[in-house]
Nanobody, 121 residues
Framework: QVQLVESGGGLVQPGGSLGLSCAASGRIFSINAMGWYRQASGKERELVATITSGGRTNYATSVKGRFTISRDDAKNTVYLQMNSLKPEDTAVYYC???????????????WGQGTLVTVSS
C-alpha cells in the first residue's frame, strides 16, 4: 500500500506565499505522474498542477505563473510553491500520484487526505 501525506496548509493573507509538500510512503517501486488538485467548498475537485517522472509540468490556467510544482524522486515527494495567493485559491488541496509497488505490477492512483489552504485577510 502506498500512502500520501500532505503538509504545509494554513492561513495566509492575499498576496502571500505558501508551500505544500506531499510525501509518498509504503511499498514503492516507482512513481510516474504526481500532482496537486483542489476542491473549494461547494465546487468540484479540479486540477492545479501535475509533473511527470521526466519533469514535464502542466498547470491550470488560473494558477499559471503563480504556482510551481516540483518533485524530489529520492524522497518520493512532490511540492507546490504558491505565490501571489488570492482568496479564490482557498480550498482543500489534495496530492495525487500513480505508483506501483513492484516492477511487474500495475500503476495505481493514490490520493492524500488533503490539506486546507485559506487565503484571507
Amino acid at each position: 500500500q502506498v500512502q500520501l501525506v500532505e503538509s504545509g496548509g494554513g492561513l495566509v493573507q492575499p498576496g502571500g506565499s505558501l508551500g505544500l509538500s506531499c510525501a509518498a510512503s509504503g511499498r514503492i517501486f516507482s512513481i510516474n505522474a504526481m500532482g496537486w488538485y483542489r476542491q473549494a467548498s461547494g465546487k468540484e475537485r479540479e486540477l492545479v498542477a501535475t509533473i511527470t517522472s521526466g519533469g514535464r509540468t502542466n498547470y491550470a490556467t488560473s494558477v499559471k505563473g503563480r504556482f510551481t510544482i516540483s518533485r524530489d524522486d529520492a524522497k518520493n515527494t512532490v511540492y507546490l510553491q504558491m505565490n501571489s495567493l488570492k482568496p479564490e485559491d482557498t480550498a482543500v488541496y489534495y496530492c495525487n500520484c500513480n505508483a506501483r509497488p513492484s516492477l511487474g505490477s500495475m500503476y495505481r492512483e493514490v490520493w492524500g487526505q488533503g490539506t486546507l489552504v485559506t487565503v484571507s485577510s
